[in-house]
């Protein structure tokens, strides 16, 4: 699986253009306080975490792929970024962060329940957990037969709807979940924000 995230890096460009960008800073930056320790969760090329350490936040930013991370250090050598194993328990203390940030990263990860696992772990009790990832709408899953086999058009391991999403971060303990649609029309494929607090 690391592999397939290297080849991944190895192909993008240099200066990654993320679609709802600005959508996704937004979201982001509303829920964050000078002085928060923030865990960037799937920290790419350290955009996100860039724009954390700006707004005075205390972050890390954690990515799986050893391409990303070389990036992300190069261009931002004064931030705190960190290798993880891509199956295995984060290099992080309990109840470390105040906020989590996912941003396209709970679709791509093969042991959902391992991760919210230790995404909690990592949280303190109160602390938010802030992701995004793509709204796979009921009625277009079951048009294209997606729903039991993943989409062939994508490396996305699991698809997630509003009800979907809501109800894992229940089941691992967060609450309260706010899920909201961002922009697009109804039937296409759409980002989901969610809000969880860990309970």
Same mark, same amino acid.
């Given at each position: 699986?690391? +592999?397939?995230?290297?080849? %991944?890096? $190895?192909?993008? #460009?240099?200066?990654? =253009?993320? #679609?709802?960008? *600005?959508?996704r800073l937004t979201f982001l930056l509303d $829920?964050?306080?000078?002085? +928060?320790?923030?865990? +960037? %969760?799937? @920290?790419g090329d350290g955009t996100?975490? *860039? $724009?954390?350490?700006? *707004? !005075?936040?205390?972050?890390?930013?954690v990515e799986v792929a050893e391409a990303a991370l070389k990036r992300a250090r =190069?261009? &931002? #050598?004064?931030?705190?970024?960190?290798? =993880?194993?891509?199956d295995g328990p984060l290099p992080l203390e309990d109840c470390e962060f105040d906020l989590i940030w996912a941003s396209e990263v709970i679709e791509h990860v093969a042991d959902t329940a391992r991760w919210l696992s230790e995404v909690r772990r990592v949280l303190s009790p109160g602390g938010r957990l802030l992701l995004t990832t793509p709204n796979h709408p009921r009625a277009a899953v079951l048009l294209?037969?997606?729903?039991?086999? !993943?989409? #062939?058009? @994508? +490396? &996305? %391991? &699991?698809?997630?709807? &509003?009800? @979907?999403? $809501?109800?894992v971060l229940y089941e691992f303990g967060f609450e309260p979940v706010k899920v909201r649609h961002a922009a697009g029309p109804p039937l296409l494929r759409r980002m989901l %924000?969610?809000?969880?607090?860990? @309970?």
């Open positions: 699986m690391r +592999d397939y995230y290297e080849e %991944l890096w $190895e192909r993008l #460009p240099e200066r990654l =253009a993320l #679609p709802d960008r *600005a959508r $829920e964050v306080s000078a002085g +928060d320790r923030v865990l +960037d %969760l799937g @920290s996100f975490t *860039a $724009e954390l350490a700006r *707004a !005075g936040a205390r972050v890390v930013g =190069a261009a &931002h #050598p004064e931030l705190d970024f960190r290798l =993880a194993p891509v294209y037969g997606l729903e039991r086999y !993943g989409d #062939p058009l @994508s +490396d &996305h %391991l &699991h698809l997630y709807t &509003h009800r @979907s999403l $809501e109800a %924000l969610a809000r969880a607090v860990r @309970s």
